[in-house]
């Protein structure tokens, strides 16, 4: 079936820092989303992006879907202790399923 | 306010009691799903359900059940729960299946003895 190989699974950086992870499929995907986890919490909907190239900002994150259709990267720029939490990327081929990748837990240091 | 809502949000049950975990949107979404979390897995579905009535495996649908009668609920039933199944579970719904922005629940956390 397919898959999402997300990296890294772990980051560990001192406020201020900029942080990047991205997302490979084995497969096409049409849509590209990413998700935060908070401790304790549902996953929440930070950016979704649909076309191939498409450049999305919301705040200091940023997320690109690459032009490949194969790979997606997430930026967060600034970083500061609230982004403290687990990331999620997730892909569709508009099959009606989205496929989660295994999460990058990103630890901030005040 | 617009949510998911899942009870209960903990439970420790024993191998083989039949359980119900509830979902709820107030969000007159077609679209549903139930997912599990696993530590280094992310989240991998379990059942969805494109509308009422009409529901579909995901990828780990072993041993669940769900039913979708009105477009509001979506529960979720272990009907022999074994240690296996312990996990944290998560609700999820979107305007339609094809419309991917899904809205997650806070999670039930999930201890089978």
């Known amino acids: 079936g397919q898959q999402l190989n997300q990296s890294p699974q772990s980051m560990f950086i001192q406020e201020g820092e900029d942080v990047s992870m991205n997302c490979t499929s084995s497969?096409?995907?049409?849509?590209w989303l990413w998700y935060k986890q908070d401790p304790g919490e549902g996953p929440v909907l930070l950016i979704a992006?649909?076309?191939?190239?498409e450049l999305t900002s919301n705040g200091r994150l940023t997320a690109q879907f690459g032009i490949t259709r194969k790979d997606s990267f997430l930026n967060i720029s600034a970083s500061i202790p609230s982004d403290v939490g687990i990331y999620f990327c997730?892909?569709?081929?508009?099959?009606?399923?989205?496929?989660f990748g295994q999460g990058t837990t990103l630890q901030v240091k005040p | 306010e617009a949510q998911v809502t899942q009870n209960p949000r903990y439970l420790i049950t024993v191998t083989g009691k039949k359980l119900t975990v509830t979902c709820s949107q107030n969000?007159?979404?077609?679209?549903m799903s139930w997912y599990r979390q696993d530590p280094g897995l992310g989240l991998r579905q379990i059942y969805y359900?494109?509308?009422?009535?009409?529901?579909d495996k995901g990828d780990v649908p072993e041993g669940y059940k769900v039913s979708r009668k009105e477009k509001r609920n979506f529960p979720l039933i272990l009907e022999s729960p074994s240690p296996n199944q312990t996990s944290l579970y998560f609700c999820?719904?979107?305007?339609?299946?094809?419309?991917?922005?899904?809205?997650f629940g806070p999670g039930t956390r999930l201890t089978v003895t």
């Open positions: 999820a719904s979107s305007l339609s299946s094809g419309y991917y922005e899904q809205y």
């Open positions: 497969s096409i995907f049409n849509t």
């Open positions: 992006l649909y076309k191939a190239g």
């Open positions: 997730a892909g569709s081929s508009n099959t009606g399923k989205l496929i």
């Open positions: 969000m007159n979404h077609e679209y």
């Open positions: 359900s494109m509308n009422v009535e009409v529901t």
